[in-house]
Every structure is written in C-alpha cells, then in structure tokens.
C-alpha cells in the first residue's frame, strides 16, 4: 500500500479518535498508545529511510524529531491527568495543536516530497514498512509483547 495513503489514513484515524477525548480517561489512554505507536513508528521506519530518498532528507527528520518531542510533551502530561481520573480540556486542545502541526508537515511537505521523489514501487514498500511498525509498536504500547515501550526520547 502506497505510504502516501496510508499516512492519510493515520492522520484520519487519529483526528477522528481524538474528537472524544475530554472526560473519558479510558479513551485518552487508548489514543495516547495509538499515537505513540504511530509516531514511533513513523521515526523508525518511514523517517529512517526519507533521509536518503529525497533531497534534505536530513532537514526533514530533524524537523519531524522536533515536532514528535512536541506531542510526546503533551502526551505525557496527558497521561499523567488521565490516569488521575482528571482531564483538563487546555492539555488535550495543546495536544490537539502540536498533532496537528505535525500531521501539517506531513502532508505539506513530506508527503509531496515522497509524492515527487519516490518511484510508485519504493513508496509502495514504505507505505508496508510503516504499517508493519505501527502494528507492532502498538503491540509494545499496549503490553501485548513482552516489554513496554513509550514513546522515545
């Protein structure tokens, strides 16, 4: 499956997940290991490989790291409140936010990049790499595997 739909996908799954957020702790933890897994995901599979497929691939990923540290910032003040019992609708709109710009990069300026610089068959294979990690990553997360993994600094 081709990398560009399946990080449109993502993007579609995770607004939508978000939208119910507010005062259902059980339901924002969900998100955050779903979130978790995906941007992880995307570092180590699809970032790893965009260095070298297009032209400032380099620039590229450190502004994504930039961005991913970003979300896990809200992320882990999100989880703290929730497993509380007690969400504050400021830290879910910041994290809303900061996903979004996120999510904005990837489809202004990574997504024509790949779109322009990555033959069909390259993108096909990404788009598989990427799904592979986010299955497994969410595995990790949510303590299916052996050991858990958060996301990471």
Sequence with gaps: MDVLYVLRSQHDELRQISLGLLGDS???LGFLARLSAYVNASAESLYAELADLVIGGELLVGEAEKLRLEVFKFSKTIEKEAKKGALSEQKIAGLKEVLERYFQFEEQ????KLRSAVRTEEREDLGQLLLDGVSDALEVVT???SHREEFRV
């Design 143 to 145: 303590g299916k595997s």
């Design 109 to 112: 300026v990574v997504m024509p």
């Design 26 to 28: 059980g339901k924002a």
